[in-house]
């Protein structure tokens, strides 16, 4: 019965996880249903989360002794994308973002046991946070030893219970999961979007083809989520047999499976979920390949307000694979297998410590 859900709302559970809808009440209690009012506070808020991630950058710059941490914080902050997404239009990626840059900020400074906290909360902002909270075991494992990582994982469980707790009944009483799941797994934008669009171009020409789309659609989804799967587990698999886990090495892990996983994998995706990720980037060396990457499709995705967006082939071409060939092609991805590929093709240096 609120008027400011909008029809697409009034019969659908919320798609964000428990952290973000305690949130969303909270902000939306001072102002009681006007809407304008309501909308500048989340605004605000998302304002707010800017600055703080744009702090802990430049001081994680400073501690990691990183050239021209004041780079980074222009790069982030004025980034046009950035601006745009999160502060005129008002996207909550920007907050998953913030915990995981508090994550990775928290084990900069020794405050270990916070780590797995501020990542749990990130992933009840959106779930994609979820997939890298085993590499954040493993890093505080290895590099603080078992307490500090079990403490810090009941943390976190106690962020999931306490945050979840009013919607437990709910949830037990079968709140419609499946809505959610159908949610986000709708194509459009994405790689296999791309590949549908040009299936059904395929089936105009050749109508054979059309008795076969959905069947090949199913396929694609299940070969890249299999592949992922296999990919995130191999890597896993490596760290946990290495001897050490360096800082850098768990950042590079968590850009790159977020990348991998938001850009490639999943059938949906909208420019601004590179929010939920981005600020990590800054983590890393200017040189780096991950972090040029990622600047590079942030900027690319700006056509994503013209109508490139529309254009359900050519606006993943454009906005995603073009840049990321670009990268690729600089750091010599098309001679070696990740993680072979240089941070800068003029020092040499290699990415990975």
Request: aromatic content about 16%; proline content about 6%.
């Amino acid at each position: 019965q609120d008027p400011m859900l909008t029809d697409h709302w009034v019969e659908n559970p919320s798609p964000y996880g428990f952290v973000y809808v305690q949130l969303a009440k909270w902000l939306c209690f001072p102002f009681q249903g006007d809407l304008l009012k309501t909308m500048f506070t989340f605004k605000a808020f998302n304002l707010a989360a800017h600055g703080a991630i744009a702090w802990l950058i430049y001081q994680g710059g400073k501690r990691l002794k990183l050239q021209r941490p004041d780079l980074s914080l222009y790069f982030y902050l004025w980034n046009p994308l950035i601006i745009l997404q999160f502060l005129a239009v008002g996207h909550n990626d920007i907050l998953m973002g913030l915990f995981l840059t508090l994550a990775a900020y928290a084990a900069l400074i020794g405050a270990s046991i916070w780590v797995i906290p501020a990542i749990m909360a990130g992933t009840l902002i959106k779930y994609a946070a979820g997939g890298v909270l085993p590499f954040a075991f493993l890093f505080l494992l290895k590099n603080k030893g078992i307490k500090v990582a079990l403490l810090s994982l009941l943390l976190g469980l106690l962020v999931l219970v306490l945050s979840g707790w009013p919607y437990w009944p709910e949830l037990l009483a079968g709140t419609p999961l499946d809505r959610i799941g159908e949610n986000a797994t709708v194509s459009t934008n994405s790689l296999h979007a791309a590949a549908g669009g040009i299936l059904k171009i395929a089936a105009h020409t050749i109508p054979a083809f059309e008795s076969i789309r959905e069947p090949v659609l199913q396929l694609l989804k299940f070969a890249l989520w299999g592949g992922f799967s296999i990919l995130t587990g191999l890597i896993f698999i490596g760290r946990v047999r290495q001897a050490d886990y360096p800082f850098r090495t768990w950042i590079e892990d968590n850009v790159l499976l977020l990348f991998l996983l938001v850009f490639v994998v999943s059938s949906k995706f909208y420019s601004w979920y590179i929010g939920m990720f981005f600020p990590l980037i800054f983590f890393l060396q200017p040189g780096h390949a991950l972090r040029q990457l990622l600047i590079l499709v942030s900027c690319f995705q700006l056509l994503g307000f013209t109508f490139v967006e529309k254009t359900h082939i050519l606006n993943y071409v454009l906005m995603t694979l073009a840049p990321t060939l670009w990268v690729l092609k600089r750091h010599g991805g098309f001679k070696r297998p990740w993680p072979g590929w240089r941070s800068d093709p003029g020092t040499g240096e290699s990415g990975y410590s």
